[in-house]
């Protein structure tokens, strides 16, 4: 049965075969993960040594502990053996399998820069036994060429792995003594999640970690990591899974904002642009120009980001550009993937609306739960009225010499007499109640057709609307 | 039909189209003004749902406009303001400002009221300037502010405390007697006249005498001094009033008060011959929308003497100047309104015809005495329209 081949990465003048390779091999260790319905775990481990830097080559292992595999998709990568020059990589894979039933330990060599009817192209080593442990898993070993930027590429590779959350990285790095140096290790949260964490749940706490640590792969940002609670969260899952067949598309999308902070100098300036986080199957994978589309038309102004423009970048992400909002960091992950039997599932482009159902219910989700902070842009300019007006009422009422009046306003307004009145009181009293109207209509229809009038009145002319310009219309002028 | 339906309303009571601004008292504008308080916070306070309401403003604007015609050929017709109302609300895009500026306006209106206090205008503006200069940066937004206010209280624009801005002037047969003042001998000023106060109040507790027999009123300030140091008034007996440009509610104010006090003098207009000299003519005679709630009161039987169609063969052609667009727009507007009397109507299409206006300084052409004579002619062979 053909199994499934990785999304597509980048467009190939952008990305080298190493990562084209490697995105593969870890695509498939994620899949062999998730089929094996179990905790596991991935690793993927660079090593090189630093001198002569130019000969040596870098030795690369991706090893998982997911289910056994069937070696076909391997088989994949020929197109790719061939399109590389031998010097960069010679096509050679070294792979031990095991599932969970064998009771040997299986190593292999594949020679895909070999013609198929080559024999030796296929080589089978000798196997290991198992003795009474239990275990399944993979691991991939190759060597490639130590290409100049290497270090380019050490830093794509983390920041891919780091995307992808919830495995683990480590780069040796031996040097001129010989002794080993771990470098540098993701791990996901301070605490593993159990094993019933969903998958949304696991996307928010990964995009947590990426955002406290100012989404690059240094450690996470003490101070930033202090204020986590303050990290304002909203999540859409939909799906449109047919439970018959049981198979179906999964769209989440979390989105996480930090509000702008004067205490806290990471997030003292507003955040101008956001790079998408895309997932396809539980591996980072640049965006499609579909579900971009839907990103840049999303209404973004309804829930008080204002949308400057967006990109695509030269790594396939999508980039959306911010106009002066008052939040220190935004980040959004969008992660697509599939349900169902794994040789079942059709590699097909996400359905345009379940990405825009999950980025709305996002969305909606932040607004509920904080309407004062993701009030709508045309929101935010009332709300802005709300200061002076609030003010001038307050004025007129304490100036007032009649008590009786004062007393109706004071108790209409809920505050108790027995308070000390001051007109700052009574200011943020009536403030806050239209801050909280102002909120609570918040991009509802007809609120104008609905709101009461001051006086009575006989009939309202709908259409009509005092034209500020008119004031010529009878020649009047200052009198 | 109708027509007699409001013929009959009008003579034996208001007009039940008509709307109104009340003369009110002070400690009754703030009782409104209380009202629209407690009215806002019930609403923003109301357990079930809560909201802000909305201002019902009656709609000044044309299509809310009627006339109101004179029953008796002598009689006065004027613009009203019906019943049809337009909203101010703080969350339509666009009109948050202006929402916020009504409030603003009423709180100071009730601070002056509380103290007894007069104010113009122009003073407010600086108040409010140096308050709220993001909400008040022009004239323009406090004068339409205050008709808000006007038409949401249905109270006459003095009533709120404001005065009218002085600008008319007054000049000729006529004594005025202020309460506890001395009286005024309008009869032996300086050429620049009697200035009529701003006071609405003060001005309708004046007393007249005067044995002049005409009412002569002039556009222009140039114009109003030239005949008075002339003293046409003398020659001619006569009172001559003018606003200096367009009709200020005092002006308008005391010549109303002028043409009840004397019945048989009949108001004559000077004014250049272009439509918005035609303008401030009707405005005399019937009022203004923009005012509409109050102005209709001093609407009065206004006849047009110079400068006419006829009056043109005195007139240069190098005097002659091009009808400018702002003249189209005042020309179009007068031609669409109901109120324009067939012999104005072919003066103003006359104008739109040639293309061109003239003024009246035009008939200097001739003598700087000419105007004096030109004048004294008209009235007496009773050439006007």
């Not at chain 1, 009574?426 to 918040?442: L, P, T, Y």
């Not at chain 2, 009109?95 to 104010?119: Q, S």
């Not at chain 2, 038409?151 to 006529?174: D, E, F, H, V």
């Not at chain 2, 309104?337 to 072919?346: M, N």
């Amino acid at each position: 049965m053909a199994s499934p081949s990785p999304p597509p990465t980048a467009s190939s003048t952008s990305s080298s075969p190493h990562r084209k390779l490697l995105h593969s091999l870890i695509y498939w260790a994620v899949q062999r993960c998730r089929v094996s319905e179990s905790p596991c775990r991935l690793t993927v481990s660079v090593k090189r040594s630093p001198e002569p830097a130019r000969s040596s080559p870098l030795r690369i292992a991706v090893s998982d502990t997911g289910v056994g595999s069937k070696l076909e998709e391997f088989l994949e990568l020929d197109a790719l053996a061939r399109d590389t020059p031998v010097e960069k990589w010679d096509g050679t894979l070294l792979i031990t399998t095991t599932g969970i039933n064998d009771k040997t330990i299986y190593h292999y060599q594949f020679n895909l820069q070999q013609e198929t009817s080559s024999s030796a192209r296929f080589t089978k080593l000798s196997t290991t036994y198992k003795s009474h442990a239990i275990f399944s898993g993979t691991e991939v070993s190759l060597c490639l060429s130590n290409e100049a930027d290497v270090d380019d590429f050490i830093l794509w590779l983390v920041g891919f792995v780091h995307k992808n959350l919830a495995c683990e990285l480590f780069i040796e790095q031996t040097d001129s003594a010989g002794s080993g140096n771990v470098c540098m290790s993701q791990g996901s949260d301070d605490v593993h999640l159990p094993i019933t964490t969903s998958s949304i749940d696991r996307l928010v706490s990964g995009l947590k970690d990426y955002a406290l640590s100012h989404g690059n792969a240094s450690d996470k940002c003490e101070a930033c990591y202090m204020n986590r609670d303050c990290l304002k969260i909203g999540t859409g899952a939909v799906n449109n899974v047919d439970r018959r067949k049981a198979k179906g598309q999964f769209v989440e999308v979390v989105i996480m904002i930090a509000h702008t902070s004067s205490d806290l100098s990471c997030w003292i300036s507003n955040c101008s642009s956001t790079q998408v986080l895309h997932f396809e199957d539980f591996i980072p994978c640049p965006i499609s120009q579909s579900s971009f589309n839907v990103l840049m038309s999303i209404d973004w102004q309804s829930y008080g980001f204002k949308l400057k423009g967006g990109f695509m970048d030269d790594d396939g992400n999508a980039v959306l550009q911010w106009d002066n909002i008052t939040f220190a960091r935004v980040d959004i992950a969008i992660h697509t993937y599939h349900g169902g039997a794994v040789n079942e599932w059709k590699i097909s482009q996400p359905e345009r609306h379940l990405v825009r159902k999950a980025l709305k219910s996002a969305l909606l989700g932040l607004k509920v739960d904080h309407a004062e902070d993701f009030l709508s842009c045309h929101g935010q300019k009332v709300r802005e009225y709300v200061p002076d007006l609030a003010e001038s009422i307050a004025g007129l009422i304490l100036s007032s010499s009649d008590q009786e009046f004062q007393d109706e306003c004071i108790a209409l307004l809920g505050l108790g007499s027995d308070q000390d009145l001051t007109e700052g009181s009574v200011r943020s009293c009536i403030g806050e109640k239209m801050n909280r109207i102002i909120e609570m209509n918040d991009t509802k229809d007809n609120v104008e057709h609905n709101s009461p009038y001051l006086f009575e009145c006989e009939k309202i002319d709908e259409d009509s609307q005092l034209d500020e310009d008119d004031a010529d219309q009878d020649m009047i002028l200052d009198f | 039909m109708a027509e007699s339906g409001v013929a009959a309303a009008s003579l034996f009571g208001t007009d039940p189209r008509l709307c109104s601004a009340d003369v009110l008292p002070p400690a009754e504008v703030r009782a409104r003004i209380e009202v629209a308080v407690l009215n806002f916070l019930a609403a923003l306070a109301d357990p079930s749902a809560p909201a802000i309401s909305v201002l019902p403003l009656i709609s000044r604007s044309a299509a809310n406009r009627g006339v109101r015609r004179a029953l008796l050929r002598d009689g006065v017709s004027s613009v009203y303001l019906s019943h049809a109302f337009c909203r101010r609300s703080l969350t339509r895009a666009n009109d948050g400002k202006a929402f916020v500026r009504v409030w603003k306006v009423m709180e100071v209106c009730y601070k002056i009221l509380g103290e007894g206090k007069l104010v113009t205008q122009r003073e407010l503006f600086y108040k409010l300037l140096s308050d709220s200069p993001s909400y008040f940066s022009c004239q323009r937004h406090i004068n339409q502010t205050v008709q808000d206010v006007v038409s949401l209280l249905r109270c006459t624009r003095q009533s709120l405390g404001i005065m009218a801005s002085s600008r008319g002037a007054l000049i000729g047969r006529i004594v005025l007697q202020g309460l506890g003042e001395e009286h005024v001998d309008c009869s032996i000023l300086g050429p620049s006249g009697h200035a009529i106060t701003g006071d609405l109040n003060v001005l309708s507790k004046l007393i007249f005498s005067s044995d002049a027999r005409y009412l002569i009123l002039v556009e222009k300030d140039a114009i109003f001094q030239r005949l008075a140091e002339d003293r046409i008034y003398n020659h001619l007996p006569s009172i001559l009033i003018t606003a200096k440009g367009y009709p200020d509610l005092a002006t308008r104010f005391i010549l109303h008060r002028l043409s009840l006090t004397f019945p048989n003098m009949p108001i004559f207009a000077l004014v250049d011959w272009n439509p918005a000299g035609l303008a401030i003519l009707c405005t005399y005679k019937y009022g203004s929308i923009s005012m509409g709630l109050e102005s209709y009161r001093y609407a009065c039987n206004v006849k047009w003497l110079g400068l006419r169609g006829d009056d043109l063969q005195l007139i240069p052609q190098s005097a002659y100047q091009e009808l400018k667009p702002r003249d189209l727009q005042i020309a179009k507007s007068l031609l669409s309104s109901k109120f324009l009397q067939e012999k104005h109507r072919a003066e103003l299409t006359l104008m739109l015809e040639m293309g061109k206006r003239a003024e009246i300084e035009a008939l200097y052409s001739h003598g700087f005495d000419f105007l004096g004579k030109y004048v004294a002619r008209k009235v007496v062979q009773g050439d006007y329209i």
